[in-house]
């Protein structure tokens, strides 16, 4: 019997802009997470899919 609920999912995503010397060196940091519960069939991915 399949599961008729839908599917969950939760993100999470951060980031960080530092400026230094009057903008002349800049940085960016971004943190994503996404994580999806509750399909109809588990797979496995490298973490570096895309």
């Known amino acids: 019997m399949l599961h008729s609920g839908g599917r969950k999912t939760r993100a999470f995503n951060a980031g960080v802009d530092i400026a230094l010397w009057n903008n002349r060196v800049t940085a ?18 490298p973490p570096t899919s895309g």
Request: net charge neutral; proline share 0%; charged share 35%.
């Open 28 to 45: 960016t940091i971004d943190f994503y997470r996404t994580r999806t519960t509750d399909l109809l069939i588990d797979r496995l991915l």
